[in-house]
């Protein structure tokens, strides 16, 4: 496959993205597509880690963006794009043994359609659809000032069927229209990464069910965000490197 960028340094890959158009109107899949999967070779990787490691105030900067996720991997947004049209993310899961491993993460839908590729290692991913199935308790899944918390609202319960299942490895690149409900769940013991370019928000909020109530009391939840120090965020980058 040719070198999509002639060097991988993040305001190269922004400059691409900003100049390939407005990615919410409907050639997301094929267009992300090839920036995933070119910065999904090793090399290539490597060399925008080591972009974002030699330079301070990019480094704050993706640490100012970036925060641990409640479904236990670290969301590092590496770039946004201009009236937020695109962001480009990292998502990181540390290595974990069958007995220390989360279960199945929340099934859960978007606010944006993504586009991803799997960089390192391994995960089993489900799509559900709405109808006579297995029972969840549903939620509205809301951001609230500039992504520092997210609101948790209790919408009752609701059936959901699942639709799809796949063990889907390193390399695989891959679409997800944000209203698709799916979740993933670890399937390995070694580290896992992906590189995710999401399109414009198209909606204020996400749906989520879940097997267990979210708190004890039924009633609504606030989740605040973790974010990563400066020095939190260059001893994961290093981590990944490694990995690589």
Do not use: C
């Not at 899961?93 to 586009?115: A, G, K, L, V």
């Not at 996400?206 to 973790?226: F, H, L, M, Q, W």
């Amino acid at each position: 496959m040719a070198q999509l960028f002639a060097k991988t340094l993040l305001p190269e890959v922004r400059d691409h993205l900003e100049m390939t158009g407005h990615l919410g109107d409907g050639t997301l899949s094929e267009r992300a597509g090839a920036v995933v999967r070119s910065l999904a070779r090793h090399d290539e990787m490597r060399s925008l880690i080591n972009h974002v490691l030699s330079d301070e105030v990019q480094l704050a900067e993706v640490a100012s963006r970036s925060y641990y996720h409640a479904n236990s991997f670290l969301k590092l947004v590496l770039a946004v794009g201009s009236e937020n049209a695109w962001k480009l993310r990292l998502h990181v899961w540390h290595p974990q043994s069958e007995e220390d491993r989360e279960p199945r993460e929340d099934i859960h839908s978007h606010r944006w359609d993504f586009t991803t590729a799997l960089l390192l290692g391994e995960y089993n991913a489900r799509e559900y659809m709405i109808a006579p199935g297995e029972e969840y308790h549903h939620y509205r899944y809301t951001p609230v000032r500039a992504d520092q918390f997210f609101s948790l609202e209790a919408m009752g319960t609701g059936q959901l069927a699942q639709v799809f299942e796949s063990n889907l490895q390193a390399g695989t690149v891959y679409h997800l229209d944000h209203r698709v409900l799916h979740s993933i769940a670890r399937s390995h013991d070694g580290p896992t990464a992906t590189v995710v370019l999401q399109g414009p928000t198209v909606e204020n909020s996400t749906n989520v069910y879940r097997t267990t109530p979210a708190s004890e009391k039924g009633g609504d939840r606030e989740i605040y965000v973790e974010r990563p120090s400066i020095d939190q965020l260059r001893a994961e980058l290093i981590q990944l490197h490694d990995w690589l």
